[in-house]
């Protein structure tokens, strides 16, 4: 993706990088796959909760060897705004030369996929530029990469 250049999708921006997704036009209709850009394998699809869009608030569960959310707490919130997310983690490394993407969780009716680290490619299903002081403290982490 864009020649090794640091890339920090947000929000539709995350969801393009999957392989797919797949999208309902309207409620009479069948769902319409769409292809993505194939950077990470999953499939980007309408979360099942209550409500939805799933618009507010909401905590985040990334892994111990974050750099991306290295000084945020738990108790940090963070503004999302969507009604897809990619629901299920697909991708395995089976070698010790290709390390995993970190892979950051939140819930909103059931798990998915709230940010991915991966390399000079980032993404965030939400909005750090809307998340008040945990959102800049990502950006600063981000940028402390390149």
Not at 62 to 80: C, I
Not at 109 to 119: H, L, Q, R, T, Y
């Amino acid at each position: 993706m864009a020649g090794g250049r640091p890339v920090l999708g947000i929000c539709v921006g995350m969801q393009v990088l999957f392989d797919r997704g797949v999208e309902q036009a309207d409620v009479h209709a069948e769902d319409r796959a769409t292809e993505g850009c194939g950077e990470w394998p999953g499939t980007v699809e309408r979360l099942r909760a209550p409500v939805v869009p799933h618009m507010g608030w909401n905590t985040v569960t990334p892994p111990e060897d974050t750099r991306l959310f290295a000084g945020v707490g738990p108790e940090d919130r963070f503004y999302f705004v969507h009604s897809y997310a990619v629901r299920r983690w697909e991708f395995v490394s089976h070698s010790d030369r290709i390390r995993s993407p970190r892979v950051t969780w939140s819930e909103h009716g059931e798990p998915f996929v709230a940010a991915v680290e991966n390399g000079p490619l980032s993404a965030t299903q939400f909005h750090p530029e809307k998340s008040g002081d945990a959102g800049a403290r990502v950006l600063a982490n981000w940028v402390g990469t390149l």
